[in-house]
C-alpha cells in the first residue's frame, strides 16, 4: 500500500424519481493504493424501465491524482426486457506527472433464470486527449492482458476481450477502436450480473473516455420475452436500435 487513499464521490442521476433502476457498482484500484468502490440505482429517464446512472469519483489525498466519471444508461430486464443495455461514457484521467496503472470493474445487476446460454456481442472504442501542453498522452494494455473485457458474473468471456498488447499515444486527441468482439455459452447457475473490466496504463496529463457497449441476449429465443435479457456497455449513445 502506498498509503490512505481520500475519495470525493458524487453518484446518482438526473430527474430523479420514485423509483429506482438495477444496482450499478463501481470497483477499482489504482496503483498501489487501497482499492475503492461506489454503487448507484440510477433515475428514471422518460422511456419506462430505462435508467440513468451519473457520477464521479476523484482522489484527494495527499494530492489530486486522479479522477473517474461516468454517464450511463441502463435498463431493467424486469421492466423492459426487450431492450436492456447500459450505454455512453467513461472517462478515466490521469492528474499527475507519471503514468499509472487503472483496473476497473463495471458490473450492472442482471438477476436472470438459472443456466442460461448467452450471445453476446461487444464493441469499444475511445478518445485519447492530452491536457497539457507539450507533453504526450498515452493509454496501453498490460501487454496481453486486454485493455477492455467484457464480463458475465464478473467472469471475463473469451471472444469479448478487446485491445491487447495495444497503445496509443498523441499529443492532441486521437480517436481508437477495436474489432468487434462476441461471445456466445453457458452460464452456470443463476444469471446475477452483466458488466465489463477495464485495465491499462494511462501516461501523465492524460485523459482516455471509454465507448461503445456490451449486450446479450438468450439462446435459443424463448417464447417469453421476459427472459430476453440485456447487457452493459457504454459509449456516445443514448439510445441504441434493437
Known sequence: MKGTLCI???TGGIAASATAGPLLTIN????GYAPFTTTSNGASTATAGRYSYIGGMVSTFPNPSWAI?????????????????????FRVQNLTGASQTFDITVALASPGASNLTLDCLAVLGGTLTSDASGSTATVASLGATPMWSGQVNGISRSGAELLSNASYST????????????????????LTSIGYRMQFTLGA????????????????????AALLLGALGFGHRRRRTN
Not at 466519471?69 to 461514457?89: C, E, H, Q, Y
Open 28 to 31: 477499482g484500484s489504482v496503483g
Open 171 to 190: 499529443a492532441t486527441t486521437t480517436n481508437f477502436s477495436s474489432p468487434n468482439g462476441s461471445w456466445t455459452g453457458l452460464v452456470s447457475g443463476p
Open 8 to 10: 470525493l464521490a458524487v
Open 205 to 224: 496529463k492524460s485523459t482516455v473516455l471509454f465507448s461503445g457497449f456490451w449486450d446479450g441476449a438468450v439462446v435459443p429465443a424463448p417464447s417469453s
Open 69 to 89: 466519471s461516468w454517464d450511463l444508461v441502463g435498463d431493467d430486464t424486469a421492466v423492459n426486457s426487450s431492450s436492456t443495455f447500459i450505454t455512453n461514457g
